[in-house]
């Protein structure tokens, strides 16, 4: 999918027209405002040496899982965007990274399908407030949020299903 499908989508339910920069800067927002279940996943390995400071990537938001030669490793600091190990050895780091900002409304958007009526309503949200009906906005957002709230809770983790147990 691209912005200009999320786009035409809003139009139609709004009977109006969004411009395509509005398009590009709402759908940039709604992808951040979706959290971090949606950002991708980047690996990275490195030798490291004991002690020394390495630089981590421009697009890095969080460590998923950190290994050292194979076995889970947690005696690293990140302090200010640079990582630090006390120990020498092959490292490998997975991690939450940002979306690339989409700049055209023919970007596409490395979500799964399923994203794209949230993303729907998070446009026609953003286009009312700008047209200053805030009542009809917030049901659209209030959509959007329940939407996504749905959707986090029946999308796959690490490409496998996953429950929550309860006690009744």
């Known amino acids: 999918m691209n912005i200009a499908e999320i786009k035409v989508r809003a139009e139609q339910l709004l009977s109006e ?36 400071v390495y630089i981590l990537p421009n697009d890095f938001v969080s460590v998923i899982a950190l290994t050292k030669d194979g076995r889970p490793y947690r005696r690293y600091i990140i302090r200010n965007d640079k990582l630090l190990f006390p120990d020498s ?8 990274s940002y979306f690339k900002r989409l700049e055209s409304v023919e970007d596409e958007i490395s979500l799964s399908p399923m994203y794209m009526l949230p993303m729907v309503k998070y446009l026609m949200s953003c286009q009312l407030v700008q047209n200053g009906e805030v009542e009809m906005s917030m049901k659209w957002e209030s959509e959007f949020r329940q939407g996504i709230s749905d959707l986090k809770s029946t999308v796959e983790y690490k490409n496998k299903p996953f429950r929550v147990k309860t006690n009744f």
Do not use: Q
């Open 89 to 96: 050895g092959t490292y490998d780091l997975a991690y939450r």
């Open 17 to 52: 027209s969004i411009e395509d920069t509005d398009a590009i800067d709402w759908v940039n927002d709604c992808i951040h405002e979706m959290g971090e279940k949606v950002w991708p996943e980047k690996n990275m390995s490195f030798v490291a040496e004991a002690g020394h």
